[in-house]
């Protein structure tokens, strides 16, 4: 705004309630608006998902962060989808979300109400694909020294991690609500953070960044387990029995024995007079073998035959041949028995070396996967309707489809508008920050006009897609894995359920 006044006055954002003022030229604190000449600008470009109907949709193309050069045609086949990434957040709830957006498909009348929702109240599950220990349930995860979240039950071949939330950005200091949101925010745009787990003397350091492996105490982890002890030795078995007496697949969680296993009692392996030292489940399979840690199968070994006890002089025989090996394959060692009944480590055959080799082949690559949490609560569905909870049940009814920077977001049962998404499945940048602290993200309702004006949306809001999308618009197209949020697959009444 031009005044008489040497110096420019300073206008006040409020899309947050921060209710920066900013002096022209420069940013406000989350460094998304900015003051451009008396004007209070959004400084990312509004975010547009292209599809084409029955095409298959392909990864994003043109992924940078300002405006490209799409021609605006929005009539050539080409369906334009407004995501809520750099549309902007009003503040306080009672006001309209800034882009409430209709079009046409396929015959009716659709309109996506977009919004750039500030999450209090949200987090991130990490699945960090390892046998590796990297803390024991309910440690504490750090970053710069500072409480982030703990580490979760493990899921079958990962380790998970409940990062962030509500205890973590505003109940604790201002510090530790701070690192958290920074932490959040840069997983959330998939950079790397380091953290640390556990207390002094049991502490492992771990570099999670999502699509990307993790980094374990310094060392990058390369595979996740084919499956655990057990589940090997039944996977293999067949492999194994014409060329070995028995065989160990260590594992901390259930190291396998091949003789004593169900596998190998049908495929006729005699006993081997092998001892574990572990608690044993069932036949075949053993608890507690070891302490958790780095080492073979997620265990603290790096000799494995610190978990066999003495070889049974009833069953065993000088010359028994033996393959220890982990449940990635990458650790394997052969041993024959001498005539004290003692392993005694030799060349592995070329069979049993194909056959770990073959365990490592049927691993998957290890990845972290950061999944955003976030509740979006009453005062963000007030920006879509001025009847919040009826959006809830129109999102429960299947009415409205629920979608996060135009990635298919999974919605909790239960109370509210609970979603969780793969931040890998959204365009690049999309989450921000406010410093009360609360990180941004993008979240879009998609539903029949019809039914946004039964549920009490802002009817006079709504603008045609034409309006919205200009040459400033960055476009992305969409994932190959994400369905379209306008398809009328996602819809109930499409299914012929509903009117
Ligand atoms: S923190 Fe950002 S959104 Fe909040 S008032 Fe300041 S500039 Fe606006």
Request: glycine letters at 12%; aromatic letters at 6%; hydrophobic letters at 35%.
């Amino acid at each position: 705004m031009a005044t008489d006044r040497a110096k420019p006055e300073k206008i006040r954002c409020d899309a947050c309630p921060v209710m920066c003022f900013i002096a022209d030229g420069k940013a406000g604190a989350c460094d998304r608006y900015a003051n451009h000449g008396g004007d209070l600008v959004r400084l990312d470009a509004l975010t547009i998902i292209e599809s084409t109907e029955n095409t298959r949709l392909v990864p994003f193309m043109k992924d940078s962060s300002g405006p490209n050069d799409w021609d605006g045609d929005i009539v050539q086949g080409k369906r334009p989808f407004v995501t809520a990434v750099g549309a902007g957040t009003t503040y306080p709830d009672y006001k309209p979300a800034p882009f409430i957006v209709s079009q046409e498909v396929e015959g009716v009348d659709m309109v996506t109400v977009v919004t750039e929702g500030i999450f209090s109240y949200c987090g991130v599950k990490v699945k960090i694909d390892t046998d590796r220990h990297i803390g024991h349930e309910r440690d504490i995860v750090r970053v710069d020294g500072e409480p982030i979240g703990h580490v979760m039950t493990s899921e079958y071949g990962s380790k998970m991690l409940s990062l962030g939330g509500v205890e973590h950005l505003t109940g604790g200091s201002k510090k530790e609500g701070r690192v958290t949101c920074d932490a959040l925010l840069r997983l959330c745009n998939r950079e790397a953070v380091e953290m640390v787990i556990g207390d002094e003397g049991h502490e492992t350091t771990v570099v999670v960044q999502a699509g990307k492996a993790p980094i374990i105490n310094g060392v990058e982890e390369k595979l996740m387990r084919v499956g655990c002890g057990s589940a090997t030795i039944g996977m293999f078995a067949k492999q194994w029995v014409d060329h070995v007496d028995d065989v160990v697949v260590v594992d901390d969680h259930i190291t396998g024995v091949l003789s004593e296993h169900q596998a190998g009692k049908l495929l006729d392996v005699e006993p081997t007079g092998i001892k574990i030292n572990g608690r044993r489940s069932t036949p075949g399979r053993y608890f507690n073998v070891a302490e958790p840690g780095t080492g073979w199968g997620g265990t603290d070994i790096e000799d494995p035959l610190t978990i066999l006890g003495d070889f049974n002089a009833k069953f065993a025989r000088e010359g028994l041949k033996l393959l220890m090996v982990s449940t990635t394959g990458e650790q394997y060692g052969y041993y024959e028995l001498d005539a004290d009944l003692k392993p005694q480590s030799a060349d592995i055959p070329p069979a049993l070396k194909a056959s770990a080799e073959l365990i490592a082949e049927n691993c998957e690559p290890s990845v972290c996967s950061v999944l955003f949490m976030g509740g979006a609560g009453g005062s963000l569905r007030a920006g879509v309707t001025e009847n919040p909870v009826r959006l809830t049940k129109s999102v429960k009814d299947s009415l409205t489809f629920v979608s996060c920077g135009g990635a298919e977001a999974f919605v909790w049962p239960g109370g509210g508008i609970t979603v969780m998404v793969d931040v890998l499945d959204m365009p690049t940048g999309s989450f921000g920050y406010v410093p009360t602290p609360a990180l941004v993200a993008p979240i879009e309702f998609t539903m029949r006009v019809s039914d946004y004006g039964t549920l009490g949306g802002h009817m006079n809001e709504i603008k045609p897609v034409a309006d919205v999308v200009s040459d400033e618009t960055r476009k992305v197209d969409q994932f190959q894995n994400q369905p379209d949020p306008m398809a009328s697959a996602n819809y109930r009444w499409a299914k012929g359920t509903s009117g």
